[in-house]
C-alpha cells in the first residue's frame, strides 16, 4: 500500500522539489498552496500517474481553512503517514521598523501554521501508531539574522516546537525532525541582486548556493525508514554557511 504525503508550501521552489522527491519514492501526494495555484496545478499534472497527486488550497494560519484541508485530503487520498510543513513567509526589516502587523503575521504563517497542522495531522498519525512530521525551519532559526529577527524567532519556534513533540509522540511511534536550509535558489531569495547571491556563494563553505532537490533530500531522508532512529533533530542544509 502507498504512504501518502501532505506538503505545505508545495507549489515553490523546495516545497515541489520535495513533491517531486516524495513522487519519485511511490508517495501519493498532496500539494498545499494559498496564492499560486497555477504553479500548483502544473505540479500535480506533471506528478500524477503512477502516483496520485492532488492540490489543495489553504491558508494554513486559518484553522478552518486547516481543518477543511485535511477533510479534503483524507477523501482525496488518506490519511496522513507524512506530513512536511514548508510554508512560510520572509521579510528584510530593521528590527525597531517592524510593525506589530508585521510581526503577527510572520507569526501566524510560520508558526501558528505548523501548530495547525501538526495538530491535526497527528490524529491521523496516532490511528496508526506511526507517522512522521518533517519541519523546515532555516539556518537564521539556529543562529539567528541581523534585520529578519521576526522571521528568526519563527524558525526557532518550529525547531523548539519540532523538539517537544519528538519527546511527546515518540512513544506513540511517531517522529518529528527538522531541516534548517541555508541559502537556496528559490523566490525567496529573489529579491537579491546577482552580486549578493555571488556574495552568499563565497561565504559557504561549499562555494555555492543550494538547489531545492538537496533541501527535499534532507527533508525525505528524515521522514523515511532510513531515519527511524532519528527524532527530535535538525539538520542544518547550508553548505556549511554557519
Not at 479534503?72 to 506530513?83: M, Q, S, T, Y
Request: glycine content about 10%.
Amino acid at each position: 500500500m502507498r504512504k501518502n504525503v501532505l506538503i505545505t508550501g508545495g507549489s515553490g521552489g523546495i516545497g515541489s522539489a520535495v513533491a517531486r522527491t516524495f513522487a519519485q519514492k511511490g508517495y501519493n501526494v498532496g500539494v498545499v498552496y494559498n496564492t499560486d495555484k497555477e504553479s500548483a496545478e502544473r505540479l500535480c499534472a506533471e506528478l500524477n500517474g503512477e502516483v496520485v497527486c492532488e492540490c489543495f488550497k489553504c491558508d494554513v494560519s486559518s484553522r478552518e481553512e486547516a481543518e477543511k484541508l485535511f477533510s479534503d485530503f483524507h477523501e482525496k487520498i488518506g490519511k496522513a503517514d507524512v506530513l512536511v510543513n514548508n510554508s512560510g513567509i520572509a521579510q528584510q526589516k530593521l528590527f525597531l521598523d517592524i510593525t506589530i502587523e508585521e510581526w503577527q503575521r510572520i507569526f501566524d504563517i510560520n508558526v501558528t501554521g505548523v501548530f495547525n497542522m501538526c495538530q491535526l495531522a497527528l490524529g491521523d498519525m496516532l490511528e496508526k501508531k506511526q507517522g512522521s512530521i518533517v519541519n523546515v525551519s532555516s539556518i537564521w532559526g539556529v543562529k539567528g539574522a541581523s534585520c529578519e529577527a521576526h522571521y528568526s524567532a519563527t524558525k526557532a519556534a518550529v525547531i523548539s516546537l519540532t523538539e517537544s513533540l519528538a519527546k511527546e509522540y515518540g512513544p506513540s511511534g511517531i517522529r518529528v525532525n527538522c531541516v534548517a536550509p541555508g541559502v537556496i535558489d528559490t523566490k525567496m531569495n529573489a529579491h537579491l541582486t546577482v552580486e549578493d547571491m555571488a556574495l552568499l556563494a563565497e561565504e559557504t563553505a561549499v562555494g555555492r548556493i543550494g538547489k531545492p532537490s538537496e533541501v527535499a533530500e534532507a527533508v525525505y531522508f528524515l521522514a523515511s525508514d532510513k531515519a527511524s532512529f532519528i527524532t527530535g533533530q535538525t539538520l542544518v542544509c547550508d553548505g556549511g554557511f554557519i
